[in-house]
């Protein structure tokens, strides 16, 4: 999750002359090294892009890496190479995603009907989610957006004496947000207001 730190372990028994890297990505951009027997215990901060700016802690003891503060910049693979009496190197592959809005039910009575409601659930800048709409515990439809940060919406048609739980949710693998529909509050008959109302509610 961003904001979170992330600890990337040795699995390695570090011995006094063995020199350790960290590096990062496609480019395996160095950013770290350390070798106890000379006293080395480097990061490099500015690369790649300064994406690691004040972000990184290199353990004296271990030789493990801490990444502070962690943004989606910081997805990636990381690659711990160490030399001494055997050449090692191990891969690490890091998700970091992105903390979650809440999704937004709105419902614009101008478009009603003399028996449905016509709702929109919608969510902005966000990626690899998806968004759907559940009556119950049951999944009514959904839409989902891998890598790019977009906007998604939602639509659904609800009866106005509809008496089911419905409710929007917008989830990734590690973490959700729920917006529960209250009817009476967004949908009204066609002699009600025109005007766009917004209902947020938070569980």
């Known amino acids: 999750m961003e904001g979170d730190s992330v600890t990337l372990n040795s699995d390695t028994q570090i011995r006094e002359d063995d020199y350790i890297m960290w590096k990062f990505g496609a480019e395996k951009a160095l950013i770290a090294k350390m070798n106890k027997k000379k006293q080395i215990f480097s990061t490099y901060n500015d ?8 972000r990184l ?18 997805a990636g693979d990381y690659i711990e190479e160490i030399s001494g009496l055997n050449l090692t190197s191990k ?5 970091i995603y992105a903390r979650l809005p809440v999704p937004v039910i709105s419902s614009n009575s101008s478009n ?10 919608s969510v902005v ?14 999944v009514l439809s959904s839409i989902s957006v891998s890598d790019l940060s977009i906007s998604l919406s939602l639509p ?3 009866e106005y004496q509809d008496t089911n739980t419905y409710s ?6 590690i973490s959700n947000q ?18 766009l109302m917004i209902y947020v509610c938070i569980y």
């Open 125 to 138: 800048n966000v990626s690899d989610v998806t968004l759907s709409w559940n009556k119950g515990i049951s």
């Open 47 to 54: 690369v790649p892009d300064g994406r690691f700016r004040d």
């Open 178 to 195: 729920t917006t529960h529909l209250d009817i009476n509050t967004l949908c009204h008959t066609c002699a009600g207001t025109t005007a």
């Open 156 to 158: 659904l048609e609800v």
């Open 57 to 74: 802690k290199l353990d004296d003891q271990t030789g493990s890496l801490t990444i502070t503060n962690t943004t989606t910049e910081h």
């Open 91 to 95: 891969t690490s592959s890091v998700s």
């Open 112 to 121: 009603c009907s003399s028996s449905n409601c016509s709702l929109v659930c």
């Open 168 to 173: 929007c949710v917008l989830n990734n693998p």
